[in-house]
DNA sequence: TTAATTGGTTAACATTAATTTAACCCTGTC
DNA sequence: GACAGGGTTAAATTAATGTTAACCAATTAA
């Protein structure tokens, strides 16, 4: 059975929160409320929402300075912010971005559109599994956001499936992953490719960092050096 | 010292309205009244008030239309527009956000959440006309103002879409957008326009600005090269 | 008003890069 | 020396994006 999402609502309005809670509820969603962004970030705490839906428009803390404070928390770095904005405020798309909102909803408030856009939301942070977009293994560097690997502070280009294997391997360093847990995870399900291929991508990995990150566990499958 | 914000309250009940500005002029705003739409746009031109609180339900021209046209008069591009709406009209309906309203508030007033919701509002206000609405990444300079894009001190028109698409890239410079995220933010939720459509406007952003600020990355979507 | 211009979209086609396959190579083991 | 299990390479294939031109709608100019 699949865990139920907590997500935290924070609006000013009592009658926004009573209508997003009940449409959340509906959804089967763990919700909890909070009239502010200093409610927010005490009920944060002990409540640990998956993601926090935020009211840029907030007396006394804002939205922004809201989220700020709570990206600031290291507590909270796998924690998604999505912005309730209201539709002519294109401002604080940047200023929500630049003070890390991973999304923003515009008012009004479609419920359907509400759900819909939170559903894909989470499933994008499932998807990326990432926690913090960042990944540091060593001197290996791995940015989900930018896409980039960096060894040190070389900048490396990988492609799509490189990447993801990459990323898949250096998730749990030292972990032999076998080559159908690889197959499954980086190509899926349905798809069928032969064996070779992750040879294949494995040998350009290899290729681009470096021959020492990578080791080949013989009949079993490969795993990211410690 | 600061200056007074100046409000224009717009409704057909004279008993509202004498609510409404004796609550506001109490809390030291500058307040104007007009019983109707036409009144509202005439004693805008010269009142010039920051924002206009302005009744949804009114006989002859109603607040829907009156929103509209103020919206599209340029010298009130920066007033801000609050409708006063019925608690009973549910928030999807509100249409006025589709004529260009920047928030709302529900009846039956109360004087302390009125004077609250005003203040958050109009803090908001100056915090975007404060804030340069200005985005500097690089040597390239996003004016939401002006509509305009700098590289260095070159003055660089776009179209709309190409600005609004640039813009969204340059909000999370080196963050990469998918199509999806894209197509979602810079054309909305119903709007379904093929994908090319997007290559498209890329590519007519780096013809004017050039090849090397805006990167792909196969598979999964355009950024803003830092 | 019509004509001209601009912006947005699409379709068709070209180009490029990513991915997969196939063929062959190497190494150790029994 | 013949599997088994990968490694390596290049060629073939597929997917994704780039590019151009044409079309339409909306706006502006004449």
New interface residues.
Partial sequence: MEIARKILVVD??S??LD?ITYNLKKEGYLVATAFNGAQAIEVSKTFKPDLILLD????VM?GIETCAHIKSLPEFAKTFIVFLT??????S???G??AGADDYIA?????K?LITRLNAILRRKDKEETASTKLVVGDITIDR???LVYRGSDKIQL??KEFELLFLLASKPGKVFTRDFILEKVWGDEVLVVDRTIDVHIRKIREKLGDDYIGTVKGVGYKFEI
């Fill in positions: 000013d309005e009658d926004i209508f840029v428009m907030m007396p804002d209201a539709r002519s405020e294109e401002y798309e940047i200023a971005f630049q008012k009004p408030i479609k419920p559109v956001d930018s896409f492609a799509r």
